[in-house]
């Protein structure tokens, strides 16, 4: 059973993180903070992945 089921998707969420870690540009904290709810989403499947996984 794979935990993470958008391989591409969480690689998104990490870049975007990366992003901001490393710049003041309002623009792309903008374009992060628009990501939240997805990843949000994505941690909650993975969440369950893991609890499934050790039930």
Known sequence: ???IA????WMGH????NETS???D???AN???E???GFLLDARD????LINATA
Request: proline fraction near 4%; aromatic fraction near 4%; glycine fraction near 0%.
């Open 1 to 3: 059973m794979a935990l």
């Open 6 to 9: 958008e391989a591409e998707r």
């Open 14 to 17: 990490i870049n975007a993180r």
């Open 22 to 24: 490393h710049s003041c």
């Open 26 to 28: 309002a623009s792309k």
């Open 31 to 33: 374009a992060v903070f």
């Open 35 to 37: 990501r939240i709810p």
């Open 46 to 49: 993975l969440l369950q992945r």
